[in-house]
C-alpha cells in the first residue's frame, strides 16, 4: 500500500471509530420544530461522510412517537441519522425512526423496515417528523407490527431531498436504515445476523421491492427473510399514462416535479411552458395522501389536468431524458434477493395490473418465490384490507416456514 493509501485508509479507521458512538441530541421540543428549522436533520460535509461505512449512525436521540396527535406509542423511540449512498453513489445522510414496542423480548429480537407511503416532496411529511408530530396515517398498521414484539425501523428513504419515486437512494436508504438499527445499541438487535423483514404499500413499495432487488449486491450481510409489497408501481412511465386527466393525475404532476429535482439534467425549464413552470414551483411543498400533517396534496391541485397542457413537446414522456429516467427507475432489472408476496388490486385506479402481473413473472423466471395475490380491490381499500395478509407473511417467514409460490 502506498504512503498516501495509508494515510487514507487510517483517516477512514479514525472517521469511523469516531462515529462507533454516535452523537446524542437533545429530545426535540413540543411542539417539535419543523425539520427544515431542525439542527437534527442538517447533513455533515460529503466529505466527512464519504469516509464512512453505509449504516453508520452518526446522531441519534429519543422521542416520544405518537399516533394521531393524542396516542403515545407503547415504547421507546429514537430517530437515527446514518449515512447511506443516492441515486448518483454519492454519500448522503438520512434520518429513520426506530420504534421498540415494550413488548419486545430481551433477547432474539426480530426487525421490520416499515416503509410508509409518504410520496412527498417536502420534509414536512417525512415519517420521522411524522411520528413525533401524531400524523403519521399509517401507525395504525404499524401498531400490527409493534403487537408482535418487533423492532421496526421506518426510514425517510426519499432522503433529506425528498426524492420521491427515486428507486436508487430509497431501497440503498432502507437498507442502510436496516444496518443503522442493528448497529444501535438500545434497539438491542443482533447485528447483521438480525432476522428482518421489510415491507411497503404504493410509495413504500417503491422502497420495498427496490431494496429487495438490491439486497445482494448492496447489503448482502443482512439476514432478510422476506418482502411484502402493495399497490406497485413497475414503470413511472405506465403509471403517468394511465392517471393522466383523470382524478389522479396529481400523482404524475407531483411525481414529475420530484424527479426534476432528483435529475435536474433533464432541464424541465426547457420542457415546460409557463403553467408547467408554476406547476413544478407549486408541487415543491406538496404530500400525496398526508392530509394530517397540513401539506397541499397534489390529488386536489391538479385532478383531471393533462400533462400536454404543461408541455412546450409533443409528449413529455417521449423525450430522451426523461425516458432513460424512466428507465432508470423501472423495477425488474435484478434478482430480488428474498422471497416476496405482492399484493395487487385488479381495479387499481394508479397502477397497471399488466405491469405488476409482468414483474412477478420476471421474478418467477429468475427463480425467486413470489406469493402473488390478486384481488378485486381499489389501490386505497387494499392498502388496509391487504395488510393483515401482508403481515402474516412477514410473521410466517420470521418463524422460518417455507416461503409459498404462486409461481408455476
Known amino acids: 500500500m502506498s504512503a498516501v493509501g495509508c494515510c487514507l485508509a487510517l483517516w477512514g479507521a ?10 446524542v441530541f437533545p429530545a426535540p421540543p413540543t411542539p417539535p420544530l419543523s425539520p427544515q428549522q431542525d439542527p437534527f436533520y442538517t447533513s455533515p460535509a460529503s466529505g466527512e461522510l464519504s469516509s464512512l461505512e453505509p449504516g453508520t449512525v452518526l446522531r441519534a436521540r429519543e422521542v416520544t412517537a405518537k399516533a394521531y396527535y393524542l396516542f403515545p406509542v407503547k415504547g421507546q423511540a429514537w430517530q437515527l441519522m446514518y449515512r447511506t449512498t443516492d441515486h448518483r453513489g454519492q454519500p448522503v445522510a438520512m434520518v429513520g425512526t426506530v420504534l421498540v414496542p415494550t413488548n419486545a423480548p430481551a433477547t432474539g429480537r426480530q426487525l421490520m423496515a416499515y416503509n410508509v407511503a409518504y ?20 401507525q395504525a398498521l404499524i401498531a ?26 430509497s431501497g440503498q436508504g432502507v437498507l442502510d436504515g436496516i444496518r443503522a438499527a442493528q448497529r444501535f445499541q438500545q434497539a438491542g438487535l443482533d447485528g447483521p445476523s438480525t432476522p428482518t423483514v421489510i415491507t411497503g404499500y404504493s410509495g413504500g413499495s417503491i422502497a420495498s421491492t427496490w431494496a ?3 439486497y445482494q449486491s448492496y447489503a448482502p450481510e443482512l439476514n432478510i427473510k422476506g418482502v411484502a409489497a402493495g399497490g406497485v408501481p413497475v414503470d413511472l412511465g405506465n403509471v403517468a399514462r ?12 407531483g411525481a414529475v416535479a420530484a424527479l426534476a429535482n432528483a435529475y435536474p439534467e433533464v432541464n424541465p425549464a426547457a420542457l415546460v411552458n409557463a403553467k408547467g413552470a408554476e406547476m413544478l414551483v407549486k ?14 396534496d397534489p390529488l386536489m391541485a391538479f385532478a ?3 400533462m400536454k397542457n404543461l408541455v412546450k413537446v409533443p409528449d413529455l414522456l417521449e423525450v430522451p431524458m426523461v425516458k432513460q429516467v424512466i428507465a432508470a427507475n423501472r423495477l425488474g432489472q435484478r434478482k430480488p434477493g428474498a422471497p416476496i408476496h405482492i399484493y395487487q388490486g385488479t381495479v387499481d385506479e394508479l397502477m397497471p395490473i399488466k405491469d405488476v402481473d409482468a414483474l412477478v413473472q420476471s421474478y418467477c423466471n429468475q427463480g425467486v418465490k413470489v406469493s402473488y395475490k390478486r384481488t378485486f380491490n381499489d389501490h386505497i381499500l387494499l392498502a388496509v384490507t ?13 418463524a422460518d416456514k417455507p416461503a409459498p409460490s404462486t409461481c408455476r
Not at 400490527?144 to 437512494?169: C, H, N, Q, R
Open 14 to 23: 479514525v472517521a469511523q471509530a469516531a462515529y462507533d458512538t454516535p452523537a
Open 119 to 138: 410520496d412527498a416532496l417536502t420534509l414536512r411529511c417525512a415519517p420521522s417528523y411524522s411520528f413525533v408530530r401524531g400524523t403519521a396515517l399509517e
Open 144 to 169: 400490527g407490527a409493534l403487537k408482535k414484539g418487533l423492532v421496526v425501523m421506518s426510514p425517510d428513504y426519499e432522503g433529506l431531498g425528498s426524492f420521491w419515486t427515486t428507486g436508487l437512494i
Open 212 to 214: 429487495n432487488e438490491l
Open 242 to 253: 394511465k392517471v393522466d386527466g383523470t382524478l389522479f393525475a396529481g400523482v404524475y404532476f
Open 283 to 296: 408541487a415543491q411543498d406538496m404530500c400525496l395522501g398526508q392530509f394530517l400533517t397540513g401539506a397541499p
Open 304 to 306: 383531471f389536468q393533462r
Open 386 to 398: 391487504g395488510w393483515s395478509g401482508a403481515l402474516q407473511y412477514l410473521s410466517d417467514r420470521l
